[in-house]
């Protein structure tokens, strides 16, 4: 599985931006794709995720502001992020996990995180 991750970008406080994730390889089952982000000296944090069954989660610092989205057909998932705000710089990754065929086996694979910087 490969995750190109695109969209990141230079915004001041209150603008938006869309973030893009293609997903190309195997397809998990019980999968779950999203995005976590990581700010310098900071742990990576889940932003939001959404699973097979289009069940959504989202961190409480976005809520309101991201909206999180699929498209199946094309295996892309995005992410809307309004109102931004300075704390919202972070390294974006994309993440995608699930299980084997067999529901045996744990798999998780990150793209290379694209840059978000939100100037106040």
């Known amino acids: 599985v490969q995750l190109q991750a695109s969209g990141g970008g230079l915004v001041q406080a209150g603008g938006s931006l869309r973030l893009s994730c293609v997903a190309s390889?195997?397809?998990?089952?019980?999968?779950?794709i999203g995005w976590y982000r990581q700010a310098p000296g900071k742990q990576r944090e889940l932003v939001a995720d959404i699973n097979n069954g289009g069940t959504t989660t989202y961190a409480d610092s976005v809520k309101g502001r991201f909206t999180i989205s699929e498209d199946n057909a094309k295996r892309q998932v995005y992410l809307q992020m309004n109102n931004l705000k300075p704390e919202d710089t972070a390294v974006y990754y994309c993440?995608?996990?699930?299980?084997?065929?067999?529901?045996?086996?744990?798999?998780?694979?990150w793209g290379l995180g694209t840059q978000v910087t939100v100037s106040s």
């Open positions: 993440n995608y996990r699930g299980r084997n065929l067999f529901l045996t086996e744990e798999y998780e694979y």
């Open positions: 390889g195997a397809t998990l089952s019980n999968n779950v």
